[in-house]
């Protein structure tokens, strides 16, 4: 049975994530640094570093010691927080890097960050910030050597979400409103950004999914206007007999990104469904740029 989360639910639990972070007495500017599987309260965990005014650095879930004993040292967050399988070697690496605070998060609701934050108040103001103020570091792939911490403000993501809410023509609640398919990770822009703010910003529903199923995400479409994929997501989205016109009848947006599409793959969509994919580049230093 899926889980249901209210406007208020995501208020009432940043608000206790945020408080446990601000109980830590952290130095001004401390990095939040999250290495875990997609859950809700995962988003919540970065609602939560914003709004107690720290930094959020997202670290994909597939990298392994060497990798998190490089981000860590560079970074230096003052807390980790992972999935509760690796606390073991992360908290090791850690430690050693002289951060004083690692929680544990797991995707079934579980974990010390959640079970401390049960402790504190569900209200919170925000703490003030500017906008030339760093929200976030995305490290970058790496492809020209060492990979590289993209320091991103809060005046970069509210400018670039504000940017594609009139873009993408999102349709506020009052006008019949979209909903957002989300099935991508939320360790880089694409699904941590790009996806998560516009739904957020617009005061949109959001079907998520923890994990990408092609089966899944068809049974969901007729719900749905908005999915954002990457080239992969719909090569395999193609591969199921049940993407229909009929069953992508409501939808209004499909939107690629993260890797080049190929022109099979957008002409096979087109065929399939009547829709033609909106095709967009970003990078992690400057999220969404054409």
Not at 21 to 39: F, M
Not at 47 to 68: D, K, M
Request: aromatic share 8%; with cysteine.
């Amino acid at each position: 049975q899926p889980l249901l989360y209210t406007w208020r639910d995501l208020e009432r639990a940043s608000s206790r994530i945020a408080n446990l972070l601000a109980s830590l007495q952290l130095p001004e500017g401390s990095r939040i640094a999250v290495q875990v599987e997609k859950s809700v309260e995962a988003m919540l965990l970065y609602l939560a570093t914003l709004r107690a005014g720290y930094v959020f650095l997202p670290l994909n879930t597939a990298y392994q010691s060497a990798e998190i004993e490089y981000f860590i040292g560079n970074a230096e967050p003052s807390v980790v927080v992972c999935s509760g399988k690796n606390f073991g070697w992360v908290s090791k690496i850690a430690f050693k890097a002289g951060t004083q605070n690692v929680f544990t998060l797991d995707d079934d609701i579980s974990g010390s960050l959640l079970e401390r934050a049960a402790t504190h108040d569900d209200t919170h103001t925000p703490v003030a910030r500017g906008s030339a103020d760093l929200a976030a570091i995305l490290y970058t792939s790496g492809t020209t050597g060492r990979s590289k911490g993209a320091m991103l403000t809060h005046r970069n993501l509210l400018s670039n979400a504000q940017v594609l809410k009139t873009a993408w023509g999102w349709r506020s609640p009052e006008q019949g409103g979209d909903v957002l398919i989300h099935a991508l990770p939320i360790f880089h822009v694409h699904g941590l950004f790009v996806a998560s703010h516009g739904a957020l910003l617009n005061g949109s529903k959001m079907i998520w999914f923890a994990r990408f199923d092609p089966r899944a995400v068809i049974e969901r479409l007729p719900e749905a206007t908005v999915f954002m994929g990457v080239p992969t997501l719909y090569v395999r989205l193609l591969g199921e007999s049940a993407l229909t016109r009929e069953a992508c009848a409501r939808m209004r947006l499909f939107i690629s990104g993260s890797a080049p599409l190929l022109i099979e793959t957008f002409e096979d969509f087109h065929n399939r469904t009547g829709h033609t994919i909106l095709e967009r580049y970003g990078m992690s230093e400057t999220v969404m740029l054409t």
